[in-house]
Nanobody, 124 residues
Framework: QVQLVESGGGLVQAGGSLRLSCSAS????????MGWFRQAPGKQREFVAA????????YYADSVKGRFTISRDNGKNTVYLQTNNLNLEDTAVYYC?????????????????WGQGTQVTVSS
């Protein structure tokens, strides 16, 4: 069992930045691909970004490419999502997730563990 705890969400003006963090409870963190997803009110959960277990590969949704950066510190069992130039459409609850087995980093159903989410609200 892996427990994931997100932090760093909040209220920010359009054009601003936030750094989201997700801390994992186990040292086997290094074995997991990690992803960030988000869910806006009335919408389905959608993929935002992912990073391979080693950190050598990163993946982004087209909507955030060039604005968001995912990274990880395996020594601290933590994955980060740096969000820049935020816009109103980025308002959502952001979830981190861990994927141990094979499958697609883009598919939420392929992830094994989820955090409880952190709210990001972008105001005009």
């Amino acid at each position: 069992q892996v427990q994931l705890v997100e932090s760093g969400g909040g209220l920010v003006q359009a054009g601003g930045s936030l750094r989201l963090s997700c801390s994992a409870s186990r040292r086997t963190f290094i074995s997991y691909d990690m992803g960030w997803f988000r869910q806006a009110p009335g919408k389905q959960r959608e993929f935002v970004a992912a990073i391979s277990s080693s950190g050598g590969r990163t993946y982004y949704a087209d909507s955030v490419k060039g604005r968001f950066t995912i990274s990880r510190d395996n020594g601290k069992n933590t994955v980060y999502l740096q969000t820049n130039n935020l816009n109103l459409e980025d308002t959502a609850v952001y979830y981190c997730a861990a994927k141990l087995y094979s499958g697609s980093v883009y598919r939420s159903g392929d992830y094994n563990y989820w955090g409880q989410g952190t709210q990001v609200t972008v105001s005009s």
